[in-house]
């Protein structure tokens, strides 16, 4: 058998192929990431005695052309966690960090977890242009609550507090009511300067050619929070430039937000596990493709504790001699963008559920229990529409009988329970599959 290790950077990789008991079949050389680089090395690898695996790191979008290549080649191709490789002995003292040596390690890897390697499937379109915009979302969410701040930070040196003023959701056109007033009226000059009537004449005009909705106690509020300002730059030119251009900026990174979660809904309904998926609990038009997108074919993962660990909500186990931790971490060695995902479907307020799911208490003393970290419920509330949670504060055995639950989308049943502790006790078991209802788990 050939493992093939391959350490791939931006433009080209490194390649070094073993064979057991240290043969080295071939000396570590360069391939360059062009079609005719990758096409020889196929062939080259295709020409070897005998069975042929090739293992490369999966780490940022490089080694994606080359797993591709090698695979419509017809070779066995397996990208693995660079943290495997990392924690992978090196068998030496010394500290040798060159892509020969990384792509021979590799290839020692491969040698060593030889059955364990899964071969390469390649993801559909749809879920391949899903997951892209999901990142591009998630990073042009991240801009846009800079884009907030920033423009909240010189709000509060021209016109300080009117931010609070307004409370409108952001449009479907990426448009916020503040961000335009702020817009408009830069300064609290722009507003007091005046009297209140020629500034609710005014006000009323400007909501109607935005298309606002205009309220007459609104335009008093601001009205008298401008009168009572006090700001730390005059009006001039330049503050109208800095907060008309910070406006301007928000206004079009929330359009390509908006953008985005549009068409990451329209790809997500072609999807056969979108109606399964805008069922839970907590999931609505936005939550919902993201999940489908960092989760992918959910198919590819046999069992349902596969998937939690992909999430990275698995509980650590820690037991050494007599010492053995019931209430552990979770791992966090899954996807983030996934972890993320989960975290915010439990701690937002739910989009297609109109009762609330929350903690009973077992007895009046509830408060006191909970603060001097005793048992404080003996009821607590299942969701038996798969819904998440997996942040800080949640006890390791709740995340034991939601791995063991039965759950339609595959087994992800998650207690909610809302960053609170519970002793819950390792054999229950909660079948999830029936129609949406509260169920109840008393504990002795």
Request: charged share 25%; glycine share 4%.
């Amino acid at each position: 058998m050939n493992a093939v290790g391959i350490d791939v950077s931006s433009r080209k990789s490194t390649v070094a192929v073993l064979r057991p008991l240290g043969e080295v079949v071939c000396l570590p050389f360069d391939v360059s990431h062009d079609a005719d680089g990758l096409a020889s090395l196929a062939e080259k690898l295709k020409d070897l005695d005998g069975e042929t695996r090739v293992v490369m790191e999966h780490t940022g979008r490089y080694y994606e052309a080359v797993e591709k290549a090698l695979h419509e080649a017809g070779l066995f191709v397996c990208a693995v966690n660079p943290l495997l490789i990392k924690e992978y002995g090196a068998n030496s003292l010394r500290r040798v960090k060159t892509d020969k040596a990384d792509a021979v390690k590799i290839a020692r890897y491969a040698l060593d977890n030889w059955a364990d390697l899964r071969d390469f499937t390649p993801m559909d379109a749809i879920r391949y242009d899903l997951k892209t915009l999901n990142r591009q979302f998630q990073l042009a969410s991240k801009q846009r609550t800079a884009s907030a701040n920033n423009l909240i930070a010189l709000l509060e040196q021209s016109f300080p507090g009117i931010r609070k003023c307004f409370d409108s959701p952001v449009l479907s056109d990426g448009t916020q009511k503040w961000v335009d007033f702020a817009h408009s009226f830069w300064h609290v000059d722009c507003v007091r300067k005046q009297p209140f009537p020629a500034f609710c004449e005014r006000y009323r005009k400007w909501c109607k050619r935005h298309a606002y909705l205009f309220k007459q106690s609104n335009a008093e509020e601001v009205y008298a929070l401008a009168k009572r300002a006090v700001v730390l730059t005059p009006k001039s030119k330049v503050v109208k430039v800095l907060v008309q251009e910070a406006a301007n900026q928000l206004s079009s990174i929330s359009r390509s937000v908006e953008v985005y979660r549009a068409e990451m809904d329209r790809l997500a309904a072609m999807l056969p596990e979108y109606p399964v998926v805008m069922a839970m609990y907590g999931v609505g038009k936005s939550y919902g493709p993201q999940l489908m997108a960092e989760i992918g074919d959910v198919r590819r993962f046999e069992r349902k504790q596969a998937l939690v660990a992909f999430a990275g909500i698995d509980p650590m186990p820690n037991q050494s001699g007599d010492k053995n931790v019931r209430s552990n971490k979770s791992s966090k060695r899954g996807s983030p963008y996934l972890r993320k995902t989960l975290f915010n479907v439990i701690r937002d307020p739910p989009h297609n559920c109109a009762q609330p799911r929350h903690i009973i208490p077992a007895d009046p003393n509830f408060e006191k229990k909970r603060n001097s970290s005793a048992l404080f419920a003996r009821e607590i509330n299942l969701v038996t529409q798969p819904s998440f949670d997996c942040e800080q504060g949640i006890n390791s055995q709740v995340q034991t009988a939601c791995s063991n639950a039965d759950a339609i989308f595959p087994v992800l049943g998650i207690v909610s329970c809302r960053n609170e502790r519970f002793s819950l006790s390792r054999k229950t078991h909660v079948p999830l599959w029936n129609a949406p209802r509260i169920s109840h788990v008393r504990l002795p």
